[in-house]
């Protein structure tokens, strides 16, 4: 295993040219190198993809990627390419299929990424069986839980086919998922409790402000006024989306909207301005984010209750990926909760429990007088410590505020 981890870091450096890992890459590419499963927890932006994309360099034979969306996929490949990898997809929208398959029949192929859907059908796991994977990558694994916050039908359909090639190591990736998301996953998955790595959740330069809405547009006007560099805005609808760009472009910034019922070219085009652009403003529903790789995000802002703690981090973690300052502002009002609840009331019975608990916990950040961080990694389960000083509770807390002042009062006297 040294003489192996001694090769990866090789790889790492040339192929990805990275000097070093990050956090538990390492502790993650090295189980996978040694054929043990893996259910890895790290947080957006900390490079999950390096640790299946590594190994699918090293190893001989291909990564199989289940991946939920063709736009993610796309970027992947994009990147995964421009490595120097040999990456395809297999989707309804990739024409080119039948050369896909041939090369990967032919083991030309360090990475294939496939849609749950296509991954757990019969005619794919065939084509497996004539030429056996290196390994799974379930990418966004929260999908697989009615726990998690994306749950979708068709991760569950994987089981059968993870099964059929007990000996591949299967590779879990997933940025949120709280206790029972994660223990849900493994269970799901087929993966060892042992098998789970979890990083550090903390972003200590994300400022947290919670804060109930009065006046969503002066509210955000102010943010605006505060924050020149780009930032994304998250509403609830479409509706609401189309309103507040149109809003918030009044105050001068340039703003674009993004949302699923934009035609895809203009969705495309809206995105990639924002990514290229040093100033823009995105109001967008959560359709909009998954997947893009922009570090210098000063702010998100989310207009209405987000619709879980997992959700909330994920959209938040967006901001300050760079490691300077950063605001995450959620403006909420006791009608979200309303509607939450209500919508609660109209989800299959056997779901509504775990709906309630999620709403409970949004809740619990929202309403607390603590800091707002340690609810967010006590959420994660780790333990941080009471105050973080960079979340309005902490610096809105008395004892702050009058050492500010006194400090202002001794600097002017
Ligand atoms: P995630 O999927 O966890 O959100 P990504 O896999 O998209 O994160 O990686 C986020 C960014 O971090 C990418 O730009 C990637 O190139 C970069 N990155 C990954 N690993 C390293 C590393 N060891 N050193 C420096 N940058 C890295
Ligand atoms: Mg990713």
Redesign the pocket.
Known sequence: IPETLEDARAT?SRV?G?????GV?EQVVSRVLAGRSTLAV??????????Y?LPAAMLPGTCVVISPLIALMH??LR?ANANGLAAAALTSVDMDRELTIERFRSGQLDLLYVAPERASQPHFRELLTRSPPALFAI?EAHCVSEWGHDFRPDYRLLRPLLDAFPEVPRLA?T?TADRHTRADILAQLGIREDGLVIAGFDRPNIRYRITPRDNALRQLRALLGEQPGPGIVYAPTRNGVEKLAAQLAETGRRVLAYHAGLPAELRTANQAAFVASEDMVMVATVAFGM?I?K?DVRFVAHAGLPKSIEGYYQET?RAG?DGDDAVALMLWGADDFARARMRIGEVEEHRQPSERARLDALANLVETPTCRRAVLLRHFGEHPPETCGNCDNCLHAPGVTDATQLARKLLSA
């Open positions: 790492l990805f990275f000097a070093s890992f990050r890459q790290m947080p957006t932006g900390a490079g999950k993809s390096l640790t994309q970027d992947q990147a990418d990736l940025a997947g790789d570090p973690g990926r």
